[in-house]
Nanobody, 115 residues
Framework: QVQLVESGGGLVQAGGSLRLSCAAS????????MGWHRQTPGNERELVAV???????NYADSVKGRFTVSRDNAKNTLYLQMNSLKPEDTAVYYC?????????WGQGTQVTVSS
């Protein structure tokens, strides 16, 4: 069983930066993928960024060039560096980890970008 706890959310002005962290209670070394998703009220959760075990990454078109996902297996932590934030980035951000037969989600952290 792995528990994921996000942190680093908050209120920031447009153009600012935030760094989200997702700390895992267990080893993430064998996680096939880890990712960040976001959700706004009334909308489905959408993928923001994903990183594979081999370090390959993929991003939603809306965040390419602004967000960077990384993972530190030694610290069992996933990160999301968010730069040039826009009001439309406002959402609850969730991290997830996918193993071969198990899937985990964090509880989410609120990111609010003011114009």
């Amino acid at each position: 069983q792995v528990q994921l706890v996000e942190s680093g959310g908050g209120l920031v002005q447009a153009g600012g930066s935030l760094r989200l962290s997702c700390a895992a209670s267990g080893s993430i070394f064998s996680a096939n993928t880890m990712g960040w998703h976001r959700q706004t009220p009334g909308n489905e959760r959408e993928l923001v960024a994903v990183i594979w075990m081999n370090g390959r990454t993929n991003y939603a078109d809306s965040v390419k060039g602004r967000f960077t996902v990384s993972r530190d297996n030694a610290k069992n932590t996933l990160y999301l560096q968010m730069n040039s934030l826009k009001p439309e980035d406002t959402a609850v951000y969730y991290c997830n980890a996918d193993f071969i037969s198990q899937h985990y989600w964090g509880q989410g952290t609120q990111v609010t970008v003011s114009s």
